[in-house]
């Protein structure tokens, strides 16, 4: 027999609700994609491999190159381009979709990846392509905000945490797709396969969109209350009880059986619902404003804190650097290295994603951080020492304590947080937060390993910064981090009285 809270997952989730999380995660999915997709070519495209030809060869029955020549400074200015317009997408994206709508700033990152991916694919230059990056990069930041607000808000209230991951197993599998796609394509002109691959992704996903509806708790928040239960009646199917849901969202609750027959056509026109929301559920918070009103200092401090957590943890010391890092102590290529740490950060993200709701958001970052810290102070040692098997161990052990927490739950907790009216916003800034410290650890790691290592003799040195980071981190999760876990709105979480403007 199944548990009573399986048996209450299984009536939660419809396949109309698992349709919208699928279209909605194709935007993460896309931002991994985009975020890897020059890894493994990167030798054909900037024809250093042997098999391209030295001088820039046609393609038959095309005028596009086969390769693009550039300096390793030239290549590393396309992926800056693409942290550049992550950036852009991060911190724009959450007040408009605030304003206008989640399903709106959706649609339109839609159409970013489809202009960036098809730029990639066609050009000959490396500042056409740096233009494609960086729109592509646009498309990839404003999904990282948009899309985790949009499924917590259509997500059934007690496995949010469950579908909150989905956010960072759509980036890993991104990622996996555009590694595996390139350890067979790249040779000759078929590396813009995968580039054109993207703008494919991204025309699924714009026409996926035609059949999603607004989030249901953005309609109710302005004062669209009877479409928000229409909506929501919807996603959760017709004979699910939606009234503990729409507790919150205050609207005539004497209303909410009749609401729901607003499903049946022929007595739609019948029907009429007046909403009461509060001017505080309706006003808009812009980007700037929520950073000057001391109501939501607590929660950017939070959110941002998070963020900076993910990144200065040093997770992309290793998504970046593995093949460089573990030379030489596996017996396989740098490609299929790279795939099977890809890998293993999709199982365990995948296996650990019902974490979140069994332990708590807290107890799962708290989890993450400790692990990688201990990995990190691990994987030095065994750097230093030469202990090449355990420096394996560290790092398939580092990737798999992200997992567990500091990969998919700090996607989730601003729209936990905080109220519908600045979780855009709020989102905006934590993004915009994680690209900075992204572009700190991507560019100064490299630089610091190396200096350290002539300095001071041997390898891993670095890793002993990253584990006093941790610690650090760990002791401000601690601090400052609410536990969000069987919270009813924000208020409850941040144990204060409901704010009324």
Avoid at 65 to 81: G, H
Avoid at 209 to 230: D, G, I, N, T, Y
Wanted: glycine residues 8%.
């Amino acid at each position: 027999m199944p548990s009573a809270g399986l048996r209450q997952c299984i009536h939660d989730v419809t396949l109309y609700l698992i349709y919208l999380i699928f279209i909605s995660a194709l935007g993460p999915l896309q931002f991994g994609f985009h975020l890897a997709e020059l890894n493994a070519p990167q030798d054909v495209i900037t024809c250093k491999k042997t098999s391209v030809a030295e001088h820039v060869a046609s393609t038959p029955d095309s005028k596009l190159p086969q390769c693009i020549p550039m300096s390793e400074a030239e290549f590393a200015l396309l992926s800056s381009m693409f942290v550049l317009g992550g950036f852009i997408g991060a911190v724009s994206s959450g007040p408009l979709s605030s304003q206008h709508g989640r399903l709106l700033a959706m649609r339109i990152t839609s159409v970013f990846f489809v202009l960036g991916a098809t730029v990639e694919t066609l050009a000959g230059t490396v500042p056409i392509m740096a233009i494609g990056r960086m729109l592509s990069g646009v498309g990839g930041g404003a999904s990282t905000v948009i899309v985790p607000i949009y499924i917590s808000e259509i997500a059934p209230p007690h496995e949010r945490g469950l579908f909150g991951s989905t956010t960072q197993v759509a980036i890993n599998i991104g990622i996996l797709i555009t590694q595996t796609m390139g350890y067979y394509l790249s040779k000759g002109s078929l590396w813009r396969i995968i580039l054109g691959a993207g703008a494919g992704l991204g025309l699924v996903q714009g026409l996926g969109m035609c059949f999603m509806p607004e989030s249901p708790a953005w309609l109710a928040a302005h004062k669209q209350s009877q479409k928000a239960v229409r909506v929501l009646q919807r996603v959760r199917g017709h004979s699910y009880d939606i009234s503990e849901e729409i507790n919150d969202w205050d609207i005539d609750k004497d209303t909410t059986e009749e609401e729901r027959l607003l499903i049946d056509p022929e007595t739609r026109r019948r029907e009429s619902v007046t909403s009461k929301a509060s001017a505080a559920n309706t006003a808009h918070v812009g980007f700037f404003q929520i950073a000057n009103d001391p109501f939501y200092r607590p929660v950017l401090i939070a959110v941002i804190g998070i963020m900076v957590s993910q990144q200065f943890t040093g997770i992309n010391s290793i998504m970046m650097y593995s093949v460089s890092l573990l030379a030489g102590v596996l017996p396989i290529t740098s490609s299929l290295l790279t795939i099977m740490i890809s890998i293993i950060n999709l199982i365990t993200t995948i296996i650990c994603a019902p974490l979140a709701d069994k332990i708590g958001r807290k107890a799962c970052l708290l989890l993450s951080i400790a692990g990688m810290g201990s990995m990190s102070l691990c994987l030095a040692i065994s750097m230093r020492l030469d202990l090449k098997l355990l420096s394996a161990i560290s790092v398939l052990a580092f990737v798999a304590f992200f997992a567990t927490g500091l990969g998919p739950v700090p996607f989730m907790m601003a729209s936990e947080l905080v109220g519908t009216e600045a979780v855009g916003a709020t989102q905006s800034w934590a993004l915009g937060a994680n690209y900075v410290a992204t572009f700190i650890v991507a560019q100064f790691f490299p630089i610091i390993n190396t200096l350290l290592n002539e300095k001071l003799g041997g390898k891993g040195w670095a890793f002993f910064i990253f584990t006093g980071l941790a610690a650090l981190c760990f002791l401000f999760v601690s601090w400052r981090v609410p536990e969000t876990k069987g919270k009813r709105d924000p208020d409850e979480v941040w144990g204060r009285e409901r704010r009324i403007d």
